[in-house]
């Protein structure tokens, strides 16, 4: 739909753009409870657990999930400088660097691939198919539960992303959007930042702790 139909459908462009901004706030207020959940879980079987979950963690690999945090924050970056791109109007720009941090979404999701199979050839899966050997099953196995979990939930936000920014980046890029249009992109924006703050809580959670 056009952005001059759209426009005609809200009443304004004003109108429009405070109900888009709405539901992704509202959007986000749900992401926000659900991980808090998984949070919320996670300190309660740590504290019931202490000293299975720290030797757990101690099997994380901190290098592969620095260089994810490393991915993401840069990506983060990347996609603020897009948006100020289209809104100054540049779109050609603004794709390009669109489909740069979808890029970057790829790579964070090839490492955690690369993750998952240390994990897996090491034994530490979740629940009953724990067994990783070097650290007791009793709570090293719900460690590993909430971990996948976490992360899994994670790298389906990021996989949405992905495809989110890899659409605006080739819509901006025809040169769709611009200072009059800017919409999409800013709440593809903010749907990828969330991406990103909730891996600033997962990463210190799971692997600094």
Known sequence: ?????????????????QAAYLGMWVFIATEVLLFAGLFTAYGVYRS???????????????GLGTLNTFL??????VVALAVHAVRGNRPGLGGALLLLAALLG???LVVKGV?????????????DAY??????RVGASL??????LLTGFHALHVTVGVSVLTVLGVRSASGTFGPAYATPVELGGMYWHLVDVIWLFVYPILYLS
Do not use: C
């Open 106 to 108: 790829v790579v964070f």
């Open 48 to 62: 019931v657990y202490p000293e299975a979950f720290r030797a757990a963690q101690l099997t994380m690999e901190v």
């Open 131 to 136: 067994r990783f050997t070097e650290v007791p």
């Open 1 to 17: 739909m056009p952005p001059e139909a759209v426009t005609e459908h809200w009443g304004s462009e004003d109108a429009r753009k």
């Open 143 to 148: 460690f590993f539960t909430l971990y996948y």
């Open 72 to 77: 993401l924050v840069t990506s983060s970056i």
């Open 115 to 127: 993750e998952y199979a240390h994990h897996v050839k090491e034994g530490g899966l979740p629940g």
